[in-house]
């Protein structure tokens, strides 16, 4: 820019891109532009009908969230992946695409994360929605059910929220295709570290990257990996539903990611000290924790998640801290309480996320609270 034009143009002209330079930056550069400049609108129009690969606007794809996208399909084992604002979008995007929007039928987990549930109900009460609700650990309910009527989506967790139930994906993956349905697993309570569905044969892996994957409290996202089709599907989500994550939040997924395998490998053996702790506690009933052999009665009240220090009272979870939750108040708030009893969330359910502080603090945090109970 020359300096023909005066102060009011210079300062809003300058500094659009960096200074060329020699040397690699080691981390991914944060691209916080909303619009791209292609000086023709011919070659824009290339972009815009997809003749022609580049960026032109924050809803179409942006270099620091399609970074973060290529890093998620590669730690899935899919073809693509594509982010969302948050993990909600990514299945509201997905569900909708697969089935519902095309009067299509899904079979879904019934104790899946409770909003989730919320949200296909309110499907099923506003738009007509053909789902229905099984009991997906158990493969024969399901086939049962793929068998009623023709299925497009058999929706499911890897591990569900809050009862850490482990559904058996390689078995629904094969009933699904024995019945035309495609499986679609939110793996957000494994991550990529514990679990990838698709080695095991699910078409299409959602996770709330707000989890473990960001895994600092400070970013909402989500993210639908699957097919190069399946990603055009949800490209046309983001522009005309407008739920992409935007860069700045991507930029700090993919920050988190880095240390998600240690995060995951120190909160899994934490998690499992705390397991076995309190299993032998006389004031827990039952600890659900798939690490454990054997399952006895669990039970905690309201008042003892208040009683803890460490552990945050947080409706999230896979974060760097510990976080508790009461599912009835919070996650699973608006599924109806005879249906959260029927599930087995009941009043004296918490959930306890592990976090990476010092494990015997986070006993210790425990045994405070059970003993003011
Ligand atoms: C298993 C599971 N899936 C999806 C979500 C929704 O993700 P987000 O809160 O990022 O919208 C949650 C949130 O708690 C969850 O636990």
Redesign the pocket.
Known sequence: MGKEVRIGTRVVRSARALPPGEGVPVAPPLVQSVAFDYRSAAAQDEVFGNERSGYVYGRYGTPTTAALEIALSELEGTAAATCFA??????AAYADACAVASGGRIVAQED??G??RALFERWIRERGAKIVFVHATDPAKVEAALREAPTSLLYV?A????LLRITDIAVLAKLAHANGATLAV?A??ASPVLLRPAELGADVV??????YVNGHGDV???SVAGSVEVAKAMRDRTILDGAYLPPHEAWLCIRGMRTLELRVRRQCESAHRVARHLEQHPKIARVRYPGLPDHPQHTLAKRQFDALQLAASA???GDLFSEVLYPAIS?HRRVAPEERARLGINEGTLRLSVGIEDPDDILADLDGALARV
């Open positions: 948050s993990g909600m979008a990514a299945i899946i994360y909003q989730v967790e591990v569900s929220n809050p939110d957000t309570f959602i996770q709330s990257l707000t989890k909402m996202a989500g409706t999230t979870l996650s």
